[in-house]
């Protein structure tokens, strides 16, 4: 599976719009691009997934650029419950399925 | 809901001990993950199993053993436990089917003391 590199932390006002970044720019064509986060002294959370196209559900919006070598994962009204670390993952949907997560990005949103 | 449940939420151990981390799944999920999860190290992968007693390799398997005699339990094991071992450990679980994409539920994670 392809790595990623995400800042360590991020900045966000409550109410706004928090947009974190990913990059994979080893991505082979069959991996996806997956966003997990972890509030303090939980297990990860699944947020969202994507290929190539743009994906959208009620927790966030998935924008993957056109050469698939980065992507964005947005929250669109960034509550204090947001406040997490983001994990950016590429993996294949079948054969070995085992994850490999990296340090993330610790989200802080400030009210 | 999906629910991963871990034995113990906290555990202190004496070095040399054996110890046995517990992790059952209730929805009927193949493949169960170990992690565990040390600060600025991220989620670093120690064994997954996609199938009852199949059992493979993650990053950092030393020191560690598992064992899936049932489908919805995967056993982590410290054989001689030593203080290097302190750590929050994750259990995870996904499914085959297309569903969610097979994205993995955790556990609530069970912190480990080697004292």
């Known amino acids: 599976d392809a790595k990623t590199t995400q800042p360590p932390s991020m900045d966000c006002a409550e109410g706004r719009a928090a947009n974190l970044p990913c990059n994979h720019s080893?991505?082979?064509?069959?991996?996806?691009v997956y966003w997990y986060r972890q509030i303090h002294s939980q297990g990860p959370q699944y947020i969202i997934h994507g290929l190539k196209n743009n994906e959208t559900n009620e927790m966030a919006s998935l924008i993957i650029t056109e050469d698939r070598k980065s992507s964005t994962l947005i929250l669109p009204h960034a509550t204090l419950r947001d406040t997490a670390v983001y994990y950016c993952?590429?993996?294949?949907?079948?054969?070995?399925?085992?994850?490999?997560f990296g340090t993330g990005t610790r989200l802080t949103v400030i009210p | 809901d999906v629910k991963v449940t871990q034995s113990s939420r906290y555990l202190v151990k004496r070095t040399g001990e054996k110890v046995f981390l517990e992790c059952v799944q209730d929805m009927d999920h193949e493949n169960m993950f170990w992690y565990r999860q040390d600060p600025g190290l991220g989620l670093r992968l120690i064994y997954f199993s996609y199938d009852v007693k199949m059992k493979e390799k993650g990053d950092i398997p030393e020191g560690y053993s598992v064992s899936r005699e049932k489908k919805e339990r995967f056993s982590l094991i410290l054989e001689s436990a030593s203080t290097n071992q302190t750590s929050m450990y994750l259990c995870a679980s996904s499914s085959e089917s297309l569903g969610q994409g097979k994205s993995a539920f955790f556990g609530q994670g069970t912190r480990l003391t080697v004292v």
């Open positions: 080893t991505i082979s064509g069959n991996e996806y």
């Open positions: 993952i590429v993996r294949l949907l079948t054969g070995a399925n085992n994850l490999f």
